[in-house]
Nanobody, 124 residues
Framework: QVQLEESGGGLVQAGGSLRLSCAAS????????MGWFRQGPGKEREFVAA????????LYADSVKGRFTVSRDNAKNTVYLQMNSLKFEDTAVYYC?????????????????WGQGTQVTVSA
């Protein structure tokens, strides 16, 4: 298992940008496929993006493709989510998750460990 902690959330105007970070503990960070999920008010947690162990393959939800970029720095035990052209609909609590899956997955139950989440609020 790995402990995760998100940061970088906040209030931003529509069309603006925000960069989220997820810091992980442990020496085995590079063994995990990492994912970003979000949960808006009254909604279930939904897939946003995922990245392979080496960062060479990425997966995005259609709603964020072309606007969000997921990356990771295994030397720093950190995964990032660069969010550009933010929309009001992006408002949610964003969670970082880790999975032992060998490929990126959009399936919520595939992720074993979660951070506490960071709030992203986009004003119209």
């Amino acid at each position: 298992q790995v402990q995760l902690e998100e940061s970088g959330g906040g209030l931003v105007q529509a069309g603006g940008s925000l960069r989220l970070s997820c810091a992980a503990s442990g020496r085995t960070f590079s063994l995990y496929v990492m994912g970003w999920f979000r949960q808006g008010p009254g909604k279930e947690r939904e897939f946003v993006a995922a990245i392979t162990r080496g960062g060479m393959l990425k997966l995005y939800a259609d709603s964020v493709k072309g606007r969000f970029t997921v990356s990771r720095d295994n030397a720093k035990n950190t995964v990032y989510l660069q969010m550009n052209s933010l929309k009001f609909e992006d408002t949610a609590v964003y969670y970082c998750g880790a999975t032992t899956s060998s490929t990126p997955t959009r399936v919520l139950n595939d992720y074993n460990d979660w951070g506490q989440g960071t709030q992203v609020t986009v004003s119209a």
